[in-house]
């Protein structure tokens, strides 16, 4: 079965440019989450999605970052512009309906602004 | 409020012995609780989970964690270790919500 699949793993930028995480959730599930790691901070809910909306986005750091989730099987994390203490490691996960399914999460992509 | 404490940054054990990684946690009401591991450059990768009934719970690889609600703790055991153990291991908990809170993470490193 095919997990949680995120796009691009690496993405290297120069400050001030858009980035554009992507992330498909595994089919049926009808929760997503946005996480960030970084060493300082471990690892960050940044915004959660049930049945492709917004639930929670308290974890969001800035205006410059928003998230979308077009259809259940696709979504978007954008920074724009970026800055360099945006590079961290953001990881996707979703999940089953069900506060005991556990979440399943993406390899990751790892963004270095520059 | 909801919080997860995995008091040890690291720890080291040789190849074969038994391995602990310590989690307590904080919530109002009853917990969900998981264990997650990380290899590098990887996502974390689901364990184990207690929900209810059984204070041991047995999961992926081996490893297994005991509940222990006068304590607030969830311990992640195996009784004999593997090189391939090595790697960063999260306890997570969640109370009536989706949100999951995530503890630092636990560096295990199992030595030949």
């Known amino acids: 079965d095919a997990g949680v699949i995120q796009s691009p793993r690496h993405e290297v930028t120069e400050m001030g440019q858009e980035v554009t995480l992507r992330c498909k959730p595994i089919s049926g599930h009808d929760y997503l989450f946005w996480y960030r790691q970084t060493m300082m901070r471990g690892l960050e809910l940044l915004i959660y999605f049930n049945n492709n909306v917004p639930i929670d986005d308290s974890g969001m750091p800035e205006d410059r970052f928003s998230a979308k989730m077009p259809n259940a099987s696709f979504s978007t994390l954008k920074i724009q512009p970026s800055e360099p203490r945006d590079s961290a490691v953001y990881f996707c996960?979703?999940?089953?309906?069900?506060?005991?399914?556990?979440?399943?999460f993406g390899d990751g992509t790892r963004l270095s602004i520059l | 409020a909801q919080s997860v404490a995995q008091p040890e940054d690291q720890v080291n054990v040789a190849e074969g012995n038994p391995l602990t990684v310590k989690c307590t946690y904080s919530?109002?009401?009853?917990?969900?609780l998981f264990w997650y591991v990380q290899y590098p450059n990887r996502g974390l990768q689901f364990l184990l989970k207690y929900i209810t009934g059984d204070n041991l719970v047995k999961g992926s690889y081996g490893f297994e964690a005991e509940f222990n609600k006068s304590q607030t703790s969830f311990h992640l055991k195996k009784p004999s270790a593997l090189v391939s153990d090595s790697a960063l291991y999260f306890c997570a908990v969640t109370a009536a919500g989706n949100k999951l809170t995530f503890g630092g993470g636990t560096r295990v490193l199992v030595k030949p």
């Open positions: 919530v109002s009401g009853n917990p969900y």
């Open positions: 996960a979703s999940r089953g309906t069900g506060e005991s399914q556990p979440q399943h």
